[in-house]
């Protein structure tokens, strides 16, 4: 079984500040990890994944995330928030050949 | 060039009608799947075919179909519509069903009346 919590349904952040959307996960095998975005009435966009490899993984318009088995989580960051980054985002699971699970995703405000 | 498409983007119908959405990529992948978005946000996988197989079937009303006529495209029809089918619903693609990243459509707002 595997499942996704992510804290925090609206996140809001002043533009040129840090940006912190948390992600807590559950699997019974070593799990990958995803951070999806969604941007208004558009689809799911990856933005990076973990396949256990580094456990520091860099993915696109800044962001990044960190897998800490220890506490079971994948916290995505990116130090200067735009204006751009304004959206949905969703935090997924996969363990093993199971079918991939998505968070309830975090929506973001950016205030200028 | 589109990856995944879908057909149509908005759907608008009565209660109890059976429509159609319809989905394509263009990515050579093998499998692609549906899921639906209800108006939380939430994301909730419906079904996957790999290579026009069925080898994921989650607790759907059987009103719901899928159909994937060759490996490149996936359709889903629903039987006479109820309300609480109004969502969005996304395809999406993968190189394998074992393969990682997965490629999503732009989605299709269906809202029944």
């Known amino acids: 079984a595997q499942s996704v919590t992510q804290l925090g349904s609206h996140v809001s952040v002043s533009e040129g500040a840090l940006v912190l959307l948390r992600c807590n996960y559950s699997?019974?095998?070593?799990?990958?990890l995803f951070w999806y975005v969604q941007y208004p009435n558009q689809g799911l966009q990856l933005l990076l994944k973990?396949?256990?490899?580094?456990?520091l993984v860099k993915g696109i318009n800044g962001f990044e995330a960190e897998f800490k088995k220890s506490e079971t989580s994948f916290h995505l960051t990116k130090p200067s928030a735009h204006m751009s980054d304004a959206a949905e985002y969703f935090c997924?699971?996969?363990?093993?050949?199971?079918?991939?699970?998505f968070g309830t995703g975090t929506k973001l405000q950016v205030i200028p | 060039d589109t990856a995944v498409s879908q057909t149509p983007k908005y759907l608008v119908t009565q209660m109890g009608n059976d429509k159609s959405i319809k989905c394509e990529q263009n990515?050579?992948?093998?499998?692609m799947y549906w899921y639906k978005q209800d108006s939380k946000k939430f994301l909730k996988i419906m079904f996957s075919?790999?290579?026009?197989?069925?080898?994921i079937n989650e607790t759907v009303p059987n009103r719901f179909s899928p159909k994937s006529p060759d490996k490149a495209h996936l359709n889903l029809h629903i039987n006479s519509l109820e309300l609480g089918d109004s969502a969005v619903y996304f395809c999406?693609?993968?190189?394998?069903?074992?393969?990682?990243?997965?490629?999503f459509g732009p989605g299709t707002r269906l809202t029944v009346l």
């Open positions: 973990y396949t256990s490899a580094a456990t």
């Open positions: 999406a693609s993968s190189q394998t069903r074992n393969t990682d990243t997965q490629y």
């Open positions: 699997s019974s095998v070593p799990p990958y």
């Open positions: 997924a699971v996969r363990g093993g050949y199971q079918k991939v699970t």
């Open positions: 075919y790999n290579n026009k197989e069925l080898i």
């Open positions: 990515l050579g992948h093998d499998t």
